[in-house]
Every structure is written in structure tokens, then in C-alpha cells.
């Protein structure tokens, strides 16, 4: 089977695995709504109909995560990555560093002599075990002790059997993740009931506040973020408006600086990075600033979210409609989480926003291409395959540049977080 540093790998139908597979993360948290590590999803086959045995599937998360890059995926943190079975597991994670990755096996497997010692082995090379969707009952308590994560979903696992089971991982002094977290209300109960990490997008349905109006200094960032993606905005003109703001300046010269761009020697002011990048370049870049100096107060990774949709958006509305329309994609990847990260109504916030008529009714979700993509980007990014192709076959996205697409979208906002880190 092919290795993550073969980059042939093909199959008989001459595609790769990784082209055939598509990968997503969903964030988990520790107690503290802090960023732990993310859990990878994998795509189905793209070859419906086709029997994939666990060689192949093996082979396929390890190009599709080869692809992307470990350090891309997580940040450095830790990887869980589901693996449903045991034929597959070996390959994975002898694949895979021991010091990145959670391996997620099923939860509800007997505890019988071969499992205990698989899991024992995996531990012994270095590697962190995950029991997925645990059911806690007198097959599976043995394998407790074995495992640092134990995984339930806490929406519909029944309330007795979810203090059970804490009550039991406790004991054997696992961890305990709350799976299917979705709203900010559940949570604080997950948290109430002794789980120790969480599971899911609840922090990007924060309710908004019952005061609609911006504060003033949040409505300075929009004013300026519009008349940055103003269609006639000149470099002189995007130079003049960045140089107003020192904190902004400095923070885009810093990105400028950045390993993103390989420079062989500092740029040290706004008029030569416009020369050196484009005026549209340097723009999109202040505007992900702007975004996230409002984010400050909020969930860092609100922002970190908004950042990897804007070039997501970017790169396919520039496949579908041209180039031309990239930057609108850029923007309405962006925007889409503004209203959670000020928690302030889409409808308030657009009021301010530079957006054209398409763009707003996409962002205050009015069925319309835009909308559509925004919609795939989103289905993509939670896994939730069927939505995902389902929309891109509505705007004209075909499935091999999905991945791509999201690959660049990951490393291009990790680059944008470490605006200090230079090549070696």
C-alpha cells in the first residue's frame, strides 16, 4: 500500500486515493473553550458503488491526510483520526506519528483478549487511543484503562448512562469527550455532567445581543474594511487607508514579511508591498486583519474559521465565475461569521458592508449562487459529504477541486496566524 510520502499511489482507475477522498476537521475543546486538537473526517469514495477493502480505505486517509499535512490540519495539535477497523489500524498508525495522533476505534467493541492487546500495543508505540461512540456495559468497562479519550454523543446518549459512563472514565482516568456539541447551551451542560472536552461547532452559534447598534469602534473597523473593497479603490488610495491605522499597517507588514511569500528582503513600507503584491492582494490581507482585530473578544477560532472560508470561497467562486469575481468570494467567506464574532444580527452588520446586492442576499440566506457556495464551503468543512457535492454540483464545482482548494485555504490562514515566523 502506498506510504503518506508516495505521491503515486494510484489505483487501477489511475486515480489517487487522496483524489478520490476528501478531509475536513472539526475542532474539539478543552474546558476552558480552548482549541485541543480537531478530529479528521474523511470523504467517501468517489467510485460510487465501488467495494473498498481496508487496505484501500487505509491507503486513502493516508494520502488524503499526506496531502493536506499533518502541521496544516492541526496546527501542531493533536490529530484524532478515526479508524473502524482492525486491519486498518496497523497501517494507520504505523503510518503516522505517535506524538500527533488520537486513534479512534468504536466504543461498543467486546473487551475480548485481541482487542485488549491492540490497544495495549498502541499505547506501548507511543500512540493516544480514543473510544468512539462509547457504550459502557460489561463488554466493553475492560477497555477503559486502555484508552486516554473516551468519546459519547452527548445528545443521544440517555442522561443515566452518560453519569455512568463519566463516572466510569473517571475512574480509569480517561478523558471525556462530548461529541455533537452544537450550541452554546449545551456546553454548559456537558460541562455541568464532568466532560472534559467538547466536540463541535457550538461556538459559532453564539446568540446574538439584545442591542442591535455596532460600538463605535467596531463600526470605524466595517467603515474601513468597505472602503477597502471599494471596486475603485486605487493603490494610492488603499495605501492611504492602511497607513491611517498603525496597528492595522504594522500587522500587514508583518504578514507581508511572513514565510508566505518566500521575500529574499524586507519590505518595510505599504507603497512597496502594493507594488510588489497588487493592490488586491494587499487588500483581501488588511481585510482578514480588520476581521480579526473585531475578533478579539471572541473565539479565536471564529476567526481562524472565517479566514480559511474567505480563500475557500476565493478560490472556488473563482473557478465558477472567473477571476474577476474571486474577491467578492473572498469577501463573502469572510463576512459569514461576522455576526457570531460581533454577535451583532447579519442584518446590522450589512448595512455597513461593501457587499453587492448577490453577496448580501446570499449572506442573510436567500437561495442564490452565492449562497450555494457559501452553503458547499460550509457542508464541507463539518463533513457533511452529501450537502457538500450535492451544492457544488449545483454551482459547477467538481469534486477533485475540493480538496485542493481546501488544502491552500488551511495553509494560507496558517501562514496569516504566524505573521512573525520566517523561512530557515
Known amino acids: 500500500m502506498a506510504r503518506p510520502n508516495d505521491t503515486t499511489g494510484n489505483t487501477e482507475d489511475g486515480q489517487s486515493p487522496a483524489s478520490r477522498r476528501l478531509v475536513s476537521r472539526q475542532p474539539v475543546f478543552d474546558r476552558e473553550r480552548r482549541v485541543f486538537g480537531y478530529q479528521l473526517r474523511f470523504g467517501p469514495d468517489a467510485l460510487a458503488g465501488s467495494v473498498i477493502t481496508p487496505d484501500a480505505e487505509a491507503a486513502a486517509i493516508l494520502e488524503a491526510v499526506n496531502a493536506c499535512g499533518l502541521d496544516r490540519l492541526t496546527h501542531g495539535r493533536p490529530a484524532f483520526v478515526p479508524v473502524p477497523s482492525d486491519s486498518m489500524r496497523d497501517e494507520v498508525a504505523r503510518a503516522l506519528p505517535s506524538s500527533q495522533i488520537v486513534v479512534e476505534v468504536p466504543g461498543t ?224 467567506g469572510l463576512c459569514s461569521l461576522l455576526d457570531v464574532i460581533l454577535s451583532r444580527p447579519m442584518r446590522v452588520i450589512l448595512d455597513e458592508l461593501p457587499l453587492s446586492a448577490d453577496a448580501r442576499s446570499a449572506l442573510l440566506g436567500f437561495e442564490n449562487p452565492g449562497r450555494h457556495l457559501l452553503n458547499c464551503v460550509t457542508a464541507y468543512e463539518r463533513g457533511d459529504w452529501n450537502a457538500c457535492l450535492q451544492f457544488a454540483s449545483i454551482v459547477g464545482i467538481d469534486r477533485s477541486a475540493l480538496l485542493p482548494a481546501y488544502i491552500d485555504a488551511l495553509g494560507w490562514a496558517h501562514e496569516l496566524q504566524q505573521p512573525d515566523r520566517r523561512r530557515s
Not at 480517561?174 to 456546553?187: G, I, R, Y
Open 109 to 332: 467493541r467486546q473487551a475480548d483478549a485481541a482487542t485488549r492487546e491492540a490497544l495495549i500495543a498502541l499505547r506501548q508505540r507511543g500512540y493516544a487511543v480514543a473510544l468512539d461512540e462509547f457504550v459502557l456495559s460489561d463488554a466493553t468497562a475492560a477497555l477503559l484503562p486502555l484508552a486516554r479519550f473516551v468519546k459519547m454523543d452527548f445528545l443521544s446518549t440517555p442522561s443515566r448512562q452518560t453519569t455512568a459512563c463519566v463516572a466510569a472514565a473517571r475512574q480509569a482516568r480517561s478523558s471525556v469527550v462530548a461529541s455533537n456539541v452544537e450550541a452554546a447551551e449545551v456546553f454548559e451542560e456537558a460541562a455541568r455532567e464532568g466532560f472534559t472536552h467538547f466536540q463541535g461547532f457550538f461556538f459559532e452559534r453564539q446568540a446574538p445581543r439584545p442591542e442591535p447598534a455596532l460600538a463605535p469602534t467596531q463600526l470605524v473597523s466595517i467603515r474601513l474594511l468597505q472602503a477597502l473593497n471599494e471596486s475603485n479603490a486605487s493603490l494610492s488610495g488603499i495605501e492611504d487607508l492602511v497607513k491611517r491605522d498603525a496597528a492595522l499597517s504594522h500587522r500587514v507588514l508583518r504578514m507581508v514579511n511572513s514565510a508566505a511569500l518566500a521575500q529574499t528582503r524586507a519590505i518595510t513600507s505599504m507603497r512597496q508591498a502594493l507594488v510588489l503584491l497588487g493592490r488586491d492582494t494587499i487588500r483581501r490581507w488588511a481585510s482578514f486583519a480588520i476581521v480579526a482585530g473585531l475578533g478579539v473578544k471572541a473565539q479565536p477560532e471564529l476567526v481562524v474559521m472565517a479566514t480559511v472560508r474567505a480563500r475557500f470561497c476565493e478560490l472556488l467562486m473563482g473557478m465558477t465565475q472567473g477571476e474577476d469575481a474571486a474577491g467578492e468570494g473572498f469577501l463573502l
